[in-house]
């Protein structure tokens, strides 16, 4: 059934009496995991690293929210999956940024046999967090990460859904409907030249608006919408993947040479970068400068970094991140406006009547002015835009900031 | 299934494979029909009338929009209905304004014995419009006013969404939805002493929209909403139904008269009035001033009509007929705060950013100040307010504004 035939209140209201599986199949995953595998696979094929959960929303105590048991029962059933055979034919004729035959058999042949590790949970009675932590080949630990995501997040919705009312549902969803198509609608008007992908499956409300939020992206946007960072809404909806590299490359580098002191750390995220350089095409070329600092990644780049097809910068103000990209390609001698710039951080779409949250995509594509190619991955704003839609209940719905990084390596 | 659990699009689109009846129950009706019908019954079992369907909205060319027998199969589907066993008895058991046993059981065995009479219908192909009526018993014609209203709208809306995309529909319902709810909302806030009922059956979108509407009302209104002009929705949502008698006994009235002069004409109309005060208990007697104008028939109003318990002006702007009322109630020595004034006259609640149309019920209400009993009846702005909710297409979706009247008597 596709996203926008359902009725999302009625989805959310039938949770509460029988197991819905959140994750139903491998590929409801962001491409980037596929995409670092190919480099991992042939570097670093025996790194065992442990991925691990983190609440940054502190005053969210999610275990008063979600039951652990409740949580067991949804990563016990993503431990269950494993591609399909459909699903592996799929990758492997699958075209990215244009190109086919992209990733060598013995990598698919490696996804194929992929499985998610065991995981630990427990909840600390102090904080009301989960410690929720997996081990395991890099390969399959680094899988877990978006699962991990996906499924508290949902659990997170389901349980502020249990909280409402039939009627508040309704209008809920209603009015997360008609504010997305609004800023869909003011992005065609304002900036019919802006290009967009849908970045959200992190932070998603949850998989059935996630679908939604693409298909109507697609509908609206039209050429403007470019892809989806999900494989498996790619693959349903007939939209483009999108996906670059991650920190988690940079920071399991780091990592690793982190017993050969200071000098081999900061040496590390470039011996990454050469690394993916060897196994990636240059259309898959994008680097993330700031894991451990913009400015410092750039004032020691190697040469060769310039000839890197984009940048995307991941923890700055998005303006500010695109004057340093550009100034970095100035002074290499190369042409910002051949190079691509991928930005991605807490982005929105101001609407009259509503408070901006100041990283209005309009505003910064008009600041960057054409100096370079600029695209947009759209997040959470866009999966999980349901921050006052609450008759009544201001307080709920508000997205949390959970993320699940590799500590260990 | 209940309204509010359906998916308003995915059901519009499923009405362009199959047939899907507008009217599935003679209790899909407003209770006006029963209210009247007990005076005709007793007083005029024999007249016959003949009531005819016209279109104001004379831009609007209905047969290019709704073919004619696309139409002829959903009057046809509507002629086969009766009242089944089950709405007999809840016709009979049912309390209407507190009152149970209001019917005499000659009047509900002669209810339960009615059906449509035959209709005949073409195409005007000048005006573009149907010349659609039927002709029988009064008890049984006046049934028609209705389902004619229900079925044309309801088809109109149909061609309406066959032009829609998925997405058009989806964001269509989501606007429609976030915008009555925030009406409600402003009701509540602004004049939470304010009562309504739901009158919207004839102008309806859809009879599932109006459901919709009616769950809605109740949920966000609470005990301000005091009931439905809709039998069936008011039996199966648990609400009080509502109603009064219309400009269709004045108007019968009149034309059986009419060969007895202009006096008699005059006349007719208080006659009325006193025959529907012979059947009626005194919480159900209340009067329309205004088929032949309201001036005259207040002037010449006979001394008892003071003793009926409210007013229902339905042609003039609600402040200036609140006037009158009130006028009228205090030069008979009247106290206008135990009486009962029903506005329902186009009436809409603004909302800010909005275009109102001069007939905000909080207004109203405020403007009247608490001289009278004041009660509100939404009709046209509740059950089909889709105005400009379309992307894109800002001419779909106007009400059309169609009546159907008693023609000959």
């Not at 431990?79 to 244009?98: A, F, K, N, V």
């Not at 508040?168 to 992005?187: F, G, P």
């Not at 670059?244 to 920071?251: C, N, V």
Request: zero cysteines; aromatic letters at 10%; a neutral charge.
């Amino acid at each position: 059934m596709k996203g926008s035939e359902m009725d999302f209140a009625k989805r959310a209201h039938d949770h509460n009496y029988r197991m819905d599986p959140i994750v139903r199949s491998r590929l409801d995953s962001d491409a980037y995991k596929l995409f670092m595998g190919a480099t991992i696979h042939e570097k670093h094929p025996m790194t065992q690293v442990v991925f691990q959960l983190t609440n940054r929303t502190k005053d969210v105590r999610l275990a008063d929210h979600i039951h652990v048991d409740e949580l067991r029962e949804q990563l016990d059933h993503a431990q269950t999956l494993r591609y399909t055979p459909s699903e592996i034919i799929h990758l492997r004729g699958q075209s990215y940024y244009g190109h086919t035959g992209l990733f060598k058999d013995g990598y698919i042949d490696r996804v194929a046999a992929s499985r998610l590790p065991d995981y630990e949970v427990s909840v600390n009675e102090e904080t009301g967090q989960f410690d929720l932590r997996s081990g395991g080949a890099w390969m399959d630990a680094k899988e877990w990460e978006i699962h991990y995501l996906s499924i508290v997040n949902e659990l997170y919705t389901r349980s502020q859904l249990r909280q409402l009312s039939r009627a508040q549902m309704d209008i809920m969803y209603a009015r997360a409907k008609v504010r997305l198509y609004a800023k869909l609608e003011r992005i065609v008007r304002e900036a019919p030249e802006l290009t967009i992908s849908e970045f959200g499956t992190r932070r998603r409300h949850s998989f059935l608006w996630q679908r939604w939020v693409i298909e109507t992206m697609k509908d609206v946007l039209g050429r403007q919408f470019v892809g989806t960072s999900n494989m498996l809404h790619a693959k349903e909806l007939e939209v483009d993947v999108k996906g670059t590299i991650a920190h988690e490359m940079s920071m399991v580098y780091a990592a690793l040479a982190a017993p050969d002191g200071p000098q081999a750390i900061r040496d590390s995220q470039y011996r990454m970068l050469q690394d993916v350089q060897s196994v990636l095409p240059e259309d898959l070329r994008i680097f993330l400068p700031d894991t451990f600092g913009t400015t410092q990644f750039l004032e020691n780049a190697p040469t060769w970094l310039q000839w890197w097809k984009g940048f995307r910068p991941d923890s700055k103000e998005s303006v500010e991140a695109a004057e340093e990209a550009i100034g970095f390609w100035r002074r290499m001698g190369q042409d910002p406006k051949k190079k691509l710039l991928i930005l991605s951080d807490g982005l929105d779409v101001d609407l009259p009547g509503e408070p901006g949250n100041g990283a209005d995509m309009i505003a910064i594509h008009k600041a960057i002015g054409g100096r370079t190619i600029d695209t947009y991955g759209w997040g959470t704003n866009a999966s999980n835009g349901f921050r006052g839609t609450v008759p009544g209940r201001p307080d709920l719905m508000r997205p949390i900031s959970i993320v699940a990084k590799a500590v260990e390596a």
